[in-house]
């Protein structure tokens, strides 16, 4: 049975008819075209699909659209500041913690759960924060360098020379 | 997933009216088991009856020395519970390794034990601290809530909602993790309580069970080494690709006395 | 300006970052359809019907369509690209492999029908009501059990299930080194299979355009001409001209994402009946049971050595499986992406390498991440360590006696291939000394002092890359040509689009080759446009594998630059009034030899698109150039890895403490790009050595890894960091010096961490220990007495 679901995404109100089935990340790929947010397996291990529901990193893949009423939903494509990369996007970049982009925004949204949780993380913090999310491409690495570079950008913290330039 | 009915519960009382008048309803708690088991099809149920905005079923409070934690708390607030941390720090641990941070974020103890995954991490905590399930129509003891792999004593239309952990003297969670799944291979959860020692383990058999001879020995001398002999008998415990029944067998008594070893 | 060598930051990185990438999932067609497979859930059964008249009833569903569908309308199997003859010279067995079963399903997730809908929930809805009689029959996963007298036959008309026996060097000259040997060191050992798993699932949309005729395939490819080359021709017999294959952003592949895949067929088909998009994106749990798995070698192998310990000989007999039916390019992987390897950065004279490839009622197995190499590298680095081992010498100091001279390259191997250059000693010297190896026995004691024991392994690769020669290839058996193509085109402006047959999927082409063309050009990188993937927009490509874009995709821009030059000095000539020979190309500018008369690239690009002034009969207008590269040789990337893990005796946990790198990637264009391609490639290979494992219940063909719950991927907190260096030794026959990367890390790594391991466990006796080398395995190994229960 169809039912309406009301809620708020990226800051702004959405309204839609769905079914009791419809995942949330469908909502948000199919209905509202935000392929930012990508589905990378089926039994909610890989974490491609991570976004904040009411601040916290859920997988929109093992969350039912409706169970998102009134809830505000923030996806990778509303961390950005207009054009201007967030500084954890932005220590990505720099220590090239991506490479086919596919688990990045996931990366990216477990990545700001943890900065707000542990604004300072060690690398064996951030790297059992990542359980949640597999890249098969960087061998995480750079993931790791990115985190904490991020991390320290967003604290104010002096950013220290990128690991991946150095090399 | 198949398609079904979604409700929101407003209150307990309606979620067991559902319940009984639908027998092929279900309810969902964080959903972080059951809305991967829908997405595979293995169950078809008519309506989940989600239980989110029921606040009564939320909370974690210290009371009669222990403590009392509501059945739709999530994992990440046992972690953090100051209370937790304080009174049963072994069980903001365990909750702590439950899943990865978005999984914890979303799933709540009352869909763990009722769930009771063979693997899962609550089951152990549940019996080896000898809690108390308070239910929509009763109190179930730990050890008597557990019936089986993903069976439990509950109702059809009975509800979790509150769960009563005793304060130990000492407690401590060991888990072997599987290496794909992150589930428990083996659990162990060790209490040194007033009423003796609890020796718990998930993961290892179809459902969690105790090991009376290790809390035998243990109420003797509370140290690894008093375990050590004990050989677990790989009769009836799991083996998959992963870890046959002798090494489960074997990582019992390896985690159980790492366990008592963490409680000095 | 030079930008070759600097890290310069991505330039995709922005769409990726801000979740602005475009993957094929991400793409929908006006009024598309979405297409759910039905697959069996057998691996071997006769189809006795598919009763789909429920299905095709059901709410949504536009469509089922079954094999015979397929039958009826002509359409192809899926062709293999290599044909490997045996040692008795017979051709290889080619079985059909038809997009939808006809008759009979050999392996689970065997396509057997497909439903078309509204939606993908109505189809997958609609595919439980297709009622299929499957008469199972036994069925056979493992590839030496399929040798086996009485095995179940996969194909009636292949007895033994035998694809080819095949072979390469001479067998009675091993044979008589071997019996004149000091010593022969002898192994079995298996390679295990595994499934790429790229993060980005495998989708295909298939469209249809009814008023130019024009069909339009996007897909998840790493080479989308191939696709439609073997789509166009011997799928679904469709006009290249008319036939457009799109791979935009691609989530990783590889190797999965070489191949043509029944699903890409079948959408196209399917668009062009209906006359309606149609899209399909596999679960995970397809791509599991429908991508092409990787590896699955059981070898036997005999190295020889004399009193010097000098190698002598190397003799190896591997099996391959196969899989159920042949996919693109499994046939050249077992041979000759691999025994031509077993040379390895050694001086070994001969070798003899015979490999039986086998079809068993399991996936398809091709090419993945290193391919041949990998298995190649990882047997011949366990023999020379267990060689080590039993002369009691260090295996850095008995790879050192027997590696190739740094003076004498080329180098011609007894495995057909000739080493253009190579430095075999540096790289083990900086990998040696940035591990301290020398220090590693204090190591060893202090952490048996914590009970716990710890090891140290080396392993040292050589690979072919930037694949491949055409005229050998050919020789050799492939179907393709393996150049490359790229067109420059410097726009009336003075900014450059770039279109080039590679496609990246992950490897940052966007940026690295935009510092190819600022640094040939002398423009500015924010000018310069690279365009991959779209049949449409490039001339031609062969695609991203084998680390091949940079030394065979970039050598073809190179190439196409070197005409832009040319004509652009046409150019300056007539302008400068000069002759074409004193005029000078540097930093973007062309100057006649020694005046300060000079015109920018920009003034030559402005002129040719406005040639008021030409003269025609000697200067074309524009300044748009294409070249089609096709390498001499392969490249030869080599280097030397060092782990170092401890292991827990209790339970079997083991750490890796540290890892360590050294490479020699000839010329490194951007050094950020090639550490994150080396990090990769390691997480592979160390996935491989101790998690991952595809496994099949034996006796079912049942895939018991089919989800994330039990096959083990490689996690952040499974790994390490990497510490890396490189060592350059310029490739000699292509302009860059490059050689590649991308594959390093997954050849290189699976030998070092057994090694290492084996190493720890010296003590116990133990010679060799499988991959994944599962805690469960390595506490067996402390804990002998456990060994008869496995």
Redesign the interface.
Known sequence: ?Q?TVSLTVNGKPVSATV???T?LVQLL??TLG???????????????C?VHVDG????S????A??A?GRSVK???D??DGDT?HPM?EA???N?A????????GM?M?AL??VK?NPDPT??E???????????????????LAIKAGAAAMRGAPVEPHG??A? | MYEFDYQKAASLDDAAKFLAAHDDAKLVAGGMTLIPTLKQRLAKPSDLVDLASIGSLKGIAEEAGGVTIGAMTRHVEVQRSDIVRRVIPALAALAGMIGDPAVRNRGTIGGSIANNDPAADYPAAVVGLGATVVTTKREISGDSFFTGMFETALGQDEIVTTVKFPKPQAAAYQKFKNPASRYAIVGVFVARTGQGVRVAVTGAGPCVFRVPEMEAALARSFSADAIKDIAIPDDGLNSDIHASAEYRAHLVGVMARRAVAACA | MTEIGTPVRRREDYRFLTGQGTYTDDINRPRQLYAYILRSPHANAALRGVDFAAAAKAPGVVAVYTGKDIEADGVGGLPCGWLVHSKDGSPMYEPPHPVLAQGRVRHVGDPVAVVIADSLAQARDAAELIQVDYAVEPAIANAAGALRAGAPQVWPEVPGNICYDWHLGDPAAVEQALAKAARVVKLDLTNNRLVPNAMEPRAAIGDFDRATGEHTLYTTSQNPHVIRLLMGAFVLHLPEAKLRVVAPDVGGGFGSKIYHYAEEAIVTWAAAKLKRPVKWTAERVESFMSDAHGRDHATHVELGLDVDNKFVALKVSTIANMGAYLSTFATCIPTYLYATLLAGTYTTPVIYAETKAVFTHTVPVDAYRGAGRPEATFLLERIVDLAADELGLDPAELRRKNFIPTDAFPYQTPVALQYDSGDYFSTLELATKAADYAGFEARRADAARSGKLRGIGIATYIEACGIAPSAVVGSLGARAGLFEAATVRVHPTGSVTVLTGSHSHGQGHETTFAQLVADGLGVPIEQIDIVHGDSAKIPYGMGTYGSRSLAVGGTAIIKAMDKIVAKGKKIAAHLLEAAEADIEFKDGQFSVAGTDRSKTLGEIALTAYVPHNFPHDELEPGLDETAFYDPKNFTFPSGAYVAEVEIDPDTGTLEIVKFTASDDFGRIVNPMIVAGQVHGGLAQGIGQALLENCVYDHSTGQLLTASYNDYAMPRADDLPSFALSTHATLCTHNPLGVKGCGEAGAIGAPAAISNAIVDALKDYGVRHIEMPATPEKLWRAVHPQNMAAE
């Open positions: 049975m039912k079914e009791g089935r995942l790929r199919e935000l392929t930012g947010t990508h589905v990378g397996c089926d039994t909610s291990q890989c974490g491609a991570v916290e990193a859920v997988k893949c093992t969350l039912l409706l169970q009423e996806t990778i494509e961390v950005a990369l996007q990505f970049r720099d090239h991506l490479q086919c982009g596919f688990c990045t925004p990216i477990s759960d943890l949780n690398d064996r951030i790297r059992e924060y990542l359980e949640g999310n597999f890249c098969r491409c960087t061998g995480y690495h750079n993931i790791v991946a330039a090399e």
